[in-house]
């Protein structure tokens, strides 16, 4: 592996100004955005596609035997049978939906990736409504009885987007409704550090690069901060950034209820595990008050 001094003074030859690289591998600041949208990039989402559909594989999606376990678990949890909807946030290429069938509950699915949802109806052809939409501005017609956000999406979005998007919940959950979702806590433990390498292909882009990957911790909130500098042969470069908060159950606690959810359920992960202080997952089931419009 070579140096970080090393690659700079190399890209400096391919015409990079090392200055603004330089400027670029600096700590960014909280909720700092990509260079470039890449959720929904062709590529990367086919990627994702790949490991989301691997049943031994916990990269896009947890395991499918995990994935399994909390399918049953959430279907009596969330009530799931017939004249009940369930909208599943961030749904991927379907992998709950698909388990969640034989409840015949009314099931939408919803992702920012047009990838995601055409996998998805090709491989279950089944009576799901599916929306391809950035699921902080859901369609205002859009209800449900229950929703789901899983595999700690919540706390891998912007800080600033966290409260709203409860909010945006809540809105669009009948009385009485159910959230069910999870995050990682501050039981992980996580080093700042700097990895570079060259590729010939990988995960962000089919063609060579050399890629930086640097990991920073931001304390007040507690955020992990994985940047992805990605510089390719003629010089060019982007910066990819996704972060991931960890939060303390009283923290959460916080966060619902400050947008009109109620904790029901504590628990370490939705697999109905019971909630223990030292796990390294937490989740909960949260109700819309009956009272509310």
Aim: proline share 7%; with cysteine; glycine share 4%.
């Amino acid at each position: 592996m070579e140096s970080l001094n090393t690659v700079l003074s190399r890209l400096e030859a391919l015409g990079v100004k090392s200055e603004e690289l330089q400027k670029a591998l600096e700590r960014p600041t909280l909720d700092a955005a990509s260079t470039k949208p890449f959720w929904d990039d062709p590529y990367i989402a086919t990627q994702m596609m790949r490991f989301h559909l691997d049943p031994n594989v916990e990269a896009a999606s947890k395991r499918h035997a995990v994935i399994d376990a909390e399918c049953t678990f959430l279907a009596k949890a969330l009530n799931l049978k017939p004249g009940k909807t369930l909208i599943d946030l961030g749904c991927g290429p379907g992998l709950y939906l698909e388990r969640w069938l034989a409840t015949r509950a009314q099931l939408v699915g919803v992702d920012l990736s047009s990838v995601a949802v055409v996998t998805a109806k090709k491989r279950l052809n089944a009576p799901i409504t599916w929306i391809v939409a950035d699921y902080r501005q859901l369609p205002k017609t859009l209800k449900a009885d229950a929703m789901t956000l899983i595999y700690y999406d919540f706390t891998a979005l912007p800080v600033k987007d966290q409260v709203p998007l409860l909010k945006e919940i809540t809105d669009h959950l009948n009385p009485g409704g159910l959230i069910a979702l999870d995050v990682m806590t501050p039981q992980n433990t996580y080093k700042e550090s700097i990895r570079i390498a060259q590729r010939e292909s990988g995960f962000w882009s089919p063609k060579p690069h050399t890629e930086i990957h640097q990991v920073f911790i931001h304390t007040s909130p507690k955020v992990i901060i994985d940047q992805y500098t990605l510089i390719d042969p003629s010089g060019h470069w982007d910066t990819i950034r996704i972060q991931n908060r960890l939060l303390t159950q009283a923290e959460l606690e916080g966060m619902l209820k400050e947008a009109g959810l109620m904790p029901v359920t504590w628990l370490s992960d939705l697999s109905g595990n019971p909630y223990h202080p030292s796990s390294k997952t937490l989740a909960v089931i949260a109700q819309k008050n009956h009272s509310q419009p």
